[in-house]
């Protein structure tokens, strides 16, 4: 839905005759090589179930059992495919856990293919490098997926690890990358893996539950799918663009059925898995359709939830449910706009920015598959307008932003426009220096040209950054054209941002400029109610 043929064309094309988008095309297909060496067996066997208890951290303050130095929260190093089910202390080095984790899960393996702690085979929870048991260290450094324990605390080395080294390296960013590859490519050996993880992954989907199975920095955690509420929401918002992204490549491909047949009928599936109907039937209604039933396993900073939903729903009945999804994109739009063209949350550089966002890529997917879909948004709803003008509004000498709310360090430099996300490699992702001269040429607002202008040092070579973009070089003659006719710079007077509560008086020009900021109340969503705000 969101890559329609001639889109397709247009990536595939660009790469032969434009250099840029020629070395990113070589980028995605060089960042899917490491699954090009696995097996179909061996893709298949990557997925895990939900028997082992998920960590978001390894120890949330704590220190490598063998050196002492200080290891917190997320700085462990995980790397799937040269130390697989190890966690690796970045001073000394030292792998963790000691045991052969992954012999000791192998012969837990039930029927189905997932591991069932009953079963292994304790006898493996020995450190290998101290193999006779009468060595003090036999036992140092052992986990048997419930962390290892010393003088009162636990290292959850494999709990951490299935989130940061099986799941989000070897799983999910396996099923994005070979399907990005498969996209730029058309070649079917991408999509075929592709197919695999996301066919497997479906299996035991709707039986993770992070909330139940999950530890939270040594605490209860809320809720969520394999990671928690916030990155579950964006990670299968990835999920339904990727299975989008290959679904013609799966549509067709006839040794997936006749694998994922022989695997289910060795495994005893429900799902026979004899057509691609069958594949088809598995992903979207036990990923995706799970997902919309137990939407608040993704509830996260708003819009970011119904974001997802509103990719999920196209994704799967874009013509069918169209009705419904243009509802859902009004309410986000509605609710993104509502306090001065935001959504009220605090934050200025941080949460607040989650809004616009969201909103700029999303608007920018659909776009694709309407060329005036953004036009048509605007018009419904002119405080689109005002989303994107804000961060241009409250941005002093562009070189600061009041730091208000939960965001960044007080009085920071903040040297760039921040209403979206720019970059230079935005992959397969709708690029923002497009959408803002599509916002131009719909507003006339020169601003934003003159914004997506200072993001690129003052300059129109490379722009767009765009794969899908048909034209480069008449997008950088359309952008010179206006910088000539209305100059570089950003002159924005002084504001009084009302409804979010701010107020910028400015004066000056050149070196001589200054600005005054107020943020008139208190609290709100991230606010942080403190003096300095």
């Known amino acids: 839905m969101f890559y329609p043929a001639q889109l397709l064309e247009t990536v595939r094309s660009g790469a032969r005759r434009n250099p840029w988008a ?39 303050d704590g220190y490598c059992p063998a050196c002492k130095g200080s290891v917190p929260m997320y700085n ?10 190890k966690a690796r202390c970045p001073h000394c080095k030292e792998l963790f856990p000691k045991n052969d984790f992954e012999k000791y899960y192998r012969t837990g393996l039930d029927e189905r293919g997932l591991f069932d702690p009953a079963r292994a085979d304790r006898s493996l929870l020995y450190n290998t490098e101290h193999p006779d048991p009468k060595d003090p260290l036999h036992r140092f450094g052992v986990d048997d997926g419930e962390g290892y324990v010393a003088d009162g605390h636990r290292w959850r080395f494999i709990g951490a690890y299935l989130i940061y080294g099986q799941w989000k390296q070897a ?4 099923i994005l990358r070979l399907s990005s590859a498969y996209l730029v490519t ?68 006839k040794s997936l059925v006749a694998f994922l047949k022989r695997k289910s009928r060795h495994l005893g599936l429900e799902n026979p898995k004899s057509s691609f109907e069958d594949i088809q039937r598995n992903i979207e209604e036990r990923i995706f359709q799970d997902t919309l039933t137990h939407r ?5 900073n708003y819009p970011t939830t119904e974001v997802a939903v509103a990719v999920i729903k196209t994704v799967l009945d874009w013509e069918g449910q169209r009705a419904e999804i243009e509802e859902i994109l009004d309410a986000i739009i509605r609710q993104a706009t509502a306090v001065d063209g ?38 419904r709803h002119p405080r689109l307008r005002d989303m ?13 932003y009041p730091q208000s709310g939960d965001t960044g360090t007080f009085a920071g430099p903040v040297t760039q426009y921040m209403g979206v996300g720019f970059s230079k490699n935005p992959g397969l992702e709708p690029s923002m220096f497009t959408f803002l001269r599509q916002l131009y040429e719909i507003t006339g607002d020169a601003s934003f040209i003159q914004v997506l202008y200072h993001a690129n040092n003052h300059t129109v070579e490379g722009l767009p950054y765009d794969l899908f973009a048909e034209n480069p070089e008449a997008f950088r003659k359309s952008v010179q054209e206006v910088i000539d006719k209305e100059g570089a710079d950003i002159r924005v007077g002084s504001v009084n941002k009302q409804e979010w509560h701010l107020a910028i008086l400015r004066s000056g020009e050149g070196p001589h400029a200054r600005a005054l900021w107020l943020d008139y109340d208190a609290g709100g969503g991230h606010g942080h109610a403190d003096g300095l705000n």
């Open 22 to 60: 020629a070395s990113i095309r070589k980028e995605i297909v060089s960042a899917a090589k490491p699954w090009l060496k696995f097996s179909d067996e061996q893709l298949f066997s990557l997925i895990f179930s939900n028997s082992i208890k998920r960590a978001w951290q390894v120890w949330s």
């Open 296 to 300: 608040h396993k993704i509830a996260s």
């Open 388 to 400: 994107f003008r804000f961060h241009i509004d409250t941005w002093c000498l562009q070189k600061y």
């Open 171 to 174: 799983i999910l960013n396996g």
């Open 76 to 85: 462990w190093q995980m790397d799937p495919f040269n130390h697989p089910w």
């Open 342 to 379: 935001m959504t009220g949350e605090k934050g200025l550089t941080g949460y607040t920015v989650i809004g616009p966002r969201n909103v700029a890529v999303l608007l920018g997917q659909f776009s694709r598959i309407e060329p005036d879909f953004l036009k048509k948004a605007v018009q």
């Open 186 to 253: 058309g070649e079917r050996r991408y999509a075929h893996r592709a197919g695999i993880l996301l066919d497997r992954l479906a299996d035991v989907y709707p039986t993770f539950d992070f909330g139940k199975e999950g530890v939270m920095y040594e605490g209860p955690p809320h809720t969520g799918y394999i990671s928690t509420w916030h990155d579950a929401c964006e990670e299968v918002r990835q999920l339904a663009l990727a299975y989008d992204q290959a679904f013609e490549g799966l549509k067709q491909d």
